[in-house]
């Protein structure tokens, strides 16, 4: 085979590997968005653990929850015995946490 033949075909499996992988991250980000709004999840923050790739892996009271990218906006600010709640349908998080006084003090991350 000439040379330049070779070279298309080797370049063209490249740009279809490299199209599918994009692809396949672009559908895979969106059935994650949509799982994480479809979520819902309300209770006190029991244990914070460093999940996969990062994200904190949460137990709410008796369930066990990995945050994922959709949820690292509370990342940095959950504490343990914080009660958070997530309504299903939207992606606000609100983080409810006691003041000194024993008042609930809310946090909105939208």
Known sequence: MNSKIIKLIYFLIIAIGFIA???RGYY???KAHTAFVDAEYQ???KEIHQGPRGFSKLTIDSMSMNLGISGQKIQN?????DSIVKKSG???I???RKNPKGAWQEKVFK
Do not use: L, R
């Open 90 to 92: 939207t992606t606000v």
């Open 43 to 45: 209770g006190i923050i």
């Open 21 to 23: 992988f994009f692809i």
């Open 28 to 30: 895979q980000n969106k």
């Open 94 to 96: 609100i983080v409810y």
């Open 77 to 81: 600010y959950i504490q343990i015995s």
